[in-house]
């Protein structure tokens, strides 16, 4: 079966089953499930109840595909990703970006967990990416290219909305909310990058870094959705002295700062 076909019958199997249309996708990154309780008339369904769909193997990912409303607008959320270093291929990771396109999604935003490069920021920062480096050693759009998906060269020259940048200021402005915005490198793990890693992704332009959200953004962008990500800075990864980091403690960063985004994205849903 064609990747398309694969993802017409994943949408057929939701569509059944729901009765409006979502227009916004949302997928949540490492600890920030804590939007989920802002979803008014939630289904949900389990990944390995969908077809087609792989299972999310990472701590603080659940594992489900949620539908509901949130400010008004019809939601599908996405709560667990999957990853590349799980051994999925970049299909894979990405293939829910694909259903989501196919159930009617027009804006897709999307949240992570990252190690920072850049010493102006703070664990529990959030920063709005405007921008990615894409370090990824494989690529989503790799081989034959289907036109019912998205055109063969896609322009990257700003994939990150910057009209959905403004209002998620004009927002944070309004809830006291101090945000960053910077650029973010995409590896592809699991391992914690090395204190010279750190340097030399900052010496290319990088303010933070994790192992996810690119590729999933770059299909996004295929299908001609709009794009707003932020990252949970979880750990300083440039410093002098020598820190250790785990995946609690980025998972305990990331649960801390939840409310805050969970509160951002929930008044821009339903601004938008």
Do not use: W
Not at 169 to 187: I, N, S, T
Not at 209 to 227: C, F, L, N, W, Y
């Amino acid at each position: 079966m064609s990747l398309y076909d694969k993802i017409q019958e994943t949408a057929a199997f939701i569509k059944g089953k729901i009765k409006d249309t979502p227009t916004i996708g949302i997928i949540l990154g490492s600890g920030l499930g804590g939007l989920v309780d802002k979803v008014e008339d939630a289904i949900s369904f389990p990944y390995k109840d969908i077809p087609n769909f792989p299972l999310a193997t990472v701590q603080g990912h659940a594992g489900k595909l949620i539908l509901g409303k949130m400010g008004g607008k019809q939601v599908v959320m996405l709560a667990g990703r999957f990853h590349y270093y799980e051994g999925y291929d970049m299909q894979q990771v990405t293939f829910p970006v694909r259903v989501m396109k196919a159930l009617g999604v027009e804006t897709l935003i999307v949240s992570n967990a990252a190690g920072c490069m850049n010493v102006n920021y703070k664990v529990g920062d959030i920063m709005l990416i405007q921008d990615h480096i894409n370090l990824f050693p494989g690529h989503p759009l790799r081989g034959p290219n289907d036109e019912r998906l998205g055109v063969r060269f896609v322009d990257m020259s700003e994939p990150y909305a910057p009209e959905l940048r403004k209002l998620a200021h004009d927002v944070a402005g309004e809830q006291g909310l101090q945000l960053r915005e910077g650029v973010y490198v995409g590896l592809q793990g699991p391992t914690f990058e090395t204190r010279h890693e750190y340097h030399m992704l900052h010496v290319i332009g990088g303010d933070a870094v994790g192992m996810s959200t690119v590729p999933e953004v770059i299909v996004a962008r295929h299908g001609d959705m709009k794009v707003f990500a932020a990252s949970v800075i979880t750990d300083m990864g440039i410093r002098d002295e020598l820190n250790t980091i785990t995946h609690e403690e980025v998972l305990a960063a990331a649960n801390a700062a939840a409310p805050r985004l969970a509160a951002l994205v929930a008044e821009m849903v339903g601004r938008m």
